[in-house]
């Protein structure tokens, strides 16, 4: 069983940036892809970047693209979000979260494993 857990959110400035942590355990890392979501408070969880198990493809959302960069290590069993310019509406709990194979749809429901989550909190 795939377990991951989440760690470097925080609390950051309009413009700032942060780097997200994804490390796993208990399975065979480099078979799955992993993305990264993301959920505001009173709004439905939403995918932010996704990358292929071996790191050769890679897509975001339209409202993060240009400004997050997702990035893994398979060696070390991590993945990493890279967020910049950070905005007040990048405020949200993120999650990564993995499943055995890449394509251009990442629905939340498609994904078998799931993080607790790391808060991202950005002021204006």
């Known amino acids: 069983q795939l377990q991951l857990e989440e760690s470097g959110g925080g609390s950051v400035q309009t413009g700032g940036s942060l780097r997200l942590s994804c490390t796993s355990s208990?399975?065979?890392?480099?078979?799955?892809?992993i993305g990264w979501f993301r959920q505001a408070p009173g709004k439905e969880r939403e995918g932010v970047a996704f990358?292929?198990?071996?790191?050769?493809?890679?897509h975001y959302a339209n409202s993060v693209r240009g400004r997050f960069t997702i990035s893994r290590d398979n060696a070390r069993e991590m993945v990493y979000l890279q967020m910049a310019s950070l905005k007040p509406e990048d405020t949200a709990t993120y999650y990564c979260?993995?499943?055995?194979?890449?394509?251009?749809?990442?629905?939340?429901?498609?994904?078998?494993?799931w993080g607790k989550g790391t808060l991202v909190t950005v002021s204006s």
């Open positions: 979260a993995a499943r055995t194979y890449y394509s251009l749809n990442y629905a939340p429901e498609t994904m078998n494993f």
């Open positions: 208990g399975g065979t890392f480099d078979h799955y892809a």
């Open positions: 990358i292929s198990p071996s790191a050769t493809g890679s």
